[in-house]
């Protein structure tokens, strides 16, 4: 018998499924309800954001709604093009590169809450010097400009940070890049391997149709599109919608059933909108929620700076491991 299994959902969905070949399983940051539209994801980094103060979101929606009028004009596209350094035109009439455009800025700050002070840097993972404050205090460093100037600069350290000459907006390049299917391929690292599951199992789409967030621009439809565009045209919203119902019937979704799974999650970790965050006296299962913590924050190397939040989960999780070993 496996004795603890420690994973995301996998593991949560494993000890449900299996209770008789696992004693208890470590969901970290598990997403255990599947949705088409997760507009949760960007409501949690607008929350984050606002971690700092009243004044980050302002400016990045300032900043965000300016890069759609400068898209109205030939000069404004020249002048995007150089501010943010992008390695083509823009093509206004291009609506898919467009989008693109609009979900990469959204990308610089969604991956940095995401990963916000994890503890990432043992493994050699790049950028984990870039914080939430970091792009925060770029966004209201008034002696960098407007606020588009301010936008650009976020853009300019996540291009160097990644050793980026430009921006590569071109929504064919991504998807001819998804679509490869040999082993030496970026896209063989896991990319089409996860795109297939959401377009099949998760959905899980960070589309910016919530209102009350500062990006727009990339709404669901253009999720769907690319599960057209590199699986075929039989791979469109009903059809991905019959994965996900299958999958929350499958496993339960939120009404399941847990024994013996303990869900940390952390506050500013956008993925924990669709796990379990709270427990009700009938429920016979933990749950951890680590304020001001980022995705499977407990799950990396302590170190003398983790907040003491984060240092009481790791003991609570030590705990029930044991008492599961035991009983």
Request: with cysteine; net charge neutral; hydrophobic share 35%.
């Amino acid at each position: 018998m496996v004795k603890v299994i420690l994973l995301s959902s996998l593991s949560a969905w494993f000890r449900v499924k299996y209770p008789h070949l696992v004693n208890g399983a470590v969901a970290t940051s598990a997403p255990i309800n599947a949705v088409l539209n997760f507009v949760e994801y960007l409501d949690v980094v607008s929350k984050a954001l606002d971690t700092t103060g009243p004044m980050c979101n302002k400016m990045v929606q300032t900043a965000h709604m300016t890069v759609g009028k400068m898209l109205q004009t030939d000069s404004g596209r020249k002048q995007l093009k150089k501010l943010f350094k992008l390695c083509d035109d823009i093509d206004i009439a291009n609506t898919k590169d467009v989008a693109n455009f609009y979900s990469n800025l959204a990308g610089n700050f969604e991956g940095v809450v995401q990963y916000n002070k994890d503890n990432r840097a043992f493994e050699g993972a790049v950028g984990t010097n870039i914080t939430v404050d970091t792009l925060c205090n770029i966004m209201e460093d008034v002696c960098r400009g407007d606020p588009i100037n301010r936008y650009a600069a976020v853009n300019t350290l996540m291009l160097t940070t990644y050793s980026e000459k430009c921006m590569d907006f071109s929504y064919k390049n991504m998807i001819d890049d998804l679509t490869k299917t040999d082993w030496n391929s970026s896209a063989a690292e896991g990319g089409r391997q996860w795109m297939y599951q959401t377009c099949t199992e998760f959905g899980f789409y960070q589309t910016s149709d919530l209102k009350d967030q500062p990006f727009t621009g990339f709404p669901l439809n253009f999720s769907i599109q690319q599960c057209i565009d590199i699986f075929g045209a039989k791979f469109n919203a009903d059809l991905i919608q019959k994965g996900i119902n299958r999958t929350n019937t499958n496993y339960g979704a939120y009404a399941m059933k847990p024994t013996k799974i303990v869900f940390p999650n952390g506050s500013i970790d956008p993925w924990h909108a669709l796990s379990f965050t709270t427990t009700s006296a009938d429920q016979n299962f933990t749950t951890i929620y680590i304020d001001g913590t980022a995705h499977c924050a407990n799950m990396y190397p302590s170190t003398p700076a983790d907040p003491p939040q984060l240092t009481e989960s790791r003991k609570t999780i030590n705990t029930l491991i044991g008492q599961w070993l035991t009983t």
